[in-house]
Nanobody, 123 residues
Framework: QVQVAESGGGLVQAGGSLRLSCAASGRTASSPTISWFRQAAGKEREFVAAISWNGYRSNNTESVKGRFFISKDNAKNMVYLQMNTLTHEDTAVYYC????????????????WGQGTQVTVSS
């Protein structure tokens, strides 16, 4: 079992940047795909970006293309989500998740979830 934990959320002004971190632990030798999802108040959880353990990036969801970038540091078992040019619509709880279906956008394909980190963008 792989465990993940997010950090790095906070309050930022529109147009600003923030970097979220996801620490993976446990059976990382199983080479999980790590994804970021987000859930805004009153909305369903949606896929944002993903990266395979060997570094292949999936296509980001359309609303964040060109603004959000996912990366990983194998030595530290860390995955990062760099978020630029933030807008109020990016306000949500951001979750890191681990799974074994690369290319999936489905919540049900990810068995390990962090507690989430709140990102609030003031307009």
């Amino acid at each position: 079992q792989v465990q993940v934990a997010e950090s790095g959320g906070g309050l930022v002004q529109a147009g600003g940047s923030l970097r979220l971190s996801c620490a993976a632990s446990g059976r990382t030798a199983s080479s999980p795909t790590i994804s970021w999802f987000r859930q805004a108040a009153g909305k369903e959880r949606e896929f944002v970006a993903a990266i395979s353990w060997n570094g292949y990036r999936s296509n980001n969801t359309e609303s964040v293309k060109g603004r959000f970038f996912i990366s990983k540091d194998n030595a530290k078992n860390m995955v990062y989500l760099q978020m630029n040019t933030l807008t109020h619509e990016d306000t949500a709880v951001y979750y890191c998740a681990a799974g074994y279906v690369y290319g999936s956008f489905s919540v049900t394909d990810f068995g390990s979830w962090g507690q989430g980190t709140q990102v609030t963008v003031s307009s």
